[in-house]
């Protein structure tokens, strides 16, 4: 999981002389779910790993034990709470959403027959749980504040089970425009907006973590929300971290300046500021990455080849004018430096030894294939 700028191949987890952001993640990280939401916020400058420090913290989570856990990860943030709620549907079906509440019926079975009508046994409700209005009831008393066209699409699928009417519900929860019929079929009177996404995809998450499930969402770029998204979407945002799901940690990786952004609305998001979305962030845990010194430079490149070159039969041997070099390529950034690492991981033959000829040559290669992709990335580059 390193540092990708199209060189390297996303298997690495190199830290090198990052050992407190390291160490500040694996809190993070193996900390208990609580009842209250907690968010992260990973900042730095391009290239400092705030990606690969959301690849760790996956590569963690997937290793957790005894924790029934959801990763959710968006590698580019999303236009609108939309396409939130699709991606959030593609890790968390609405069948199994389905599945979730038929259990928690059948726990409450005593509760439910008070709620439906005093005197009745479990078998008459049975007998009263085909109709969708006895469903509806019942999710109504089991999420009192669930979006109401969202009720009745789940009371629907208790009852009919319809491959049909799954169909349309993942369409309707993906924004996806219905026909009036088809609105009709699931019973809805109307379709997902940015105005009521928001709302859906709490609901939608309330109805997993309510089964003893915990939630981890990536969202890695954040910054860009400000420019592709708008403010609507900050707003909504914002909203969304203050319903406070429980067992839920978020983690936000964006630039400092786009932080400031937040707050001044100069540079980054221009006029899509939000302040008090900043003021959340601002309260929240955050954790700062910077780019290496010369020292630390030398220590990351050659820790990475090492561990990761197995065929090496001596240790890496960087003399001083080829460091040089490098660090002025790449100012330390540890996703340059990983570029520059793993091109040496597919020399073949290479026996450990790099001069000022050999780094030259490879910088230059590393600066084509980043013009070749044409990505404003050259652009921050030649700024570093």
Known sequence: MSYSIGVPQKARIIWADMKEARAELDRFVNAKFTDNVSVLVILGDYGTGKSHSLNYISYLSQNLKDTKLKIITFEHPFRNFVEFLEKVESHLSFEEVCAIIKRSIVKRKS??????????DEDILDSVMVFEKAHDLVLKSMYPKMN??????????????????????????????????????????????????????????????????????????????????DQDSLVSFR?????NLPRTKIVITMTDEAFEGLRTGKKVFLRKSYVPLWSRFNACRKLRLSNLNQENTKLFLTEYIESVNKSLES??????????????????????????????????????????????????????????????????????
């Open 111 to 120: 509760q439910l027959t008070t709620l439906l009508k005093k005197g009745y």
């Open 148 to 229: 109401s066209d969202l009720r009745t699409i789940l009371a629907k699928l208790l009852v009919t089970e319809s491959k049909e009417t799954f169909d349309l519900a993942k369409k309707w929860l993906r924004g996806v425009p219905l026909t009036p019929t088809q609105l009709r079929n699931l019973g809805v009177t109307g379709k997902i907006s940015v105005d009521n996404a928001p709302d859906i995809s709490a609901d939608y998450l309330r109805i997993y973590l309510s089964d003893g499930g915990c939630l981890l969402i990536l969202i890695d770029e954040f910054e860009d929300l400000g420019v592709i998204g």
């Open 239 to 243: 909203h969304f971290l203050d319903e």
């Open 315 to 384: 240790k890496v041997n960087l003399e001083d004018n080829a460091l040089q070099t490098i660090y002025q390529f790449s100012n330390g950034s540890p996703r340059l430096l990983s570029a520059i690492a793993e091109y040496f991981c597919l020399i073949s033959g290479f026996d450990g030894k790099i001069d000022s000829h050999m780094i030259s040559t490879i910088i230059e290669d590393i600066k084509l294939k980043l013009e070749a992709q044409k990505t404003p990335d050259i652009e921050k580059i030649s700024k570093i």
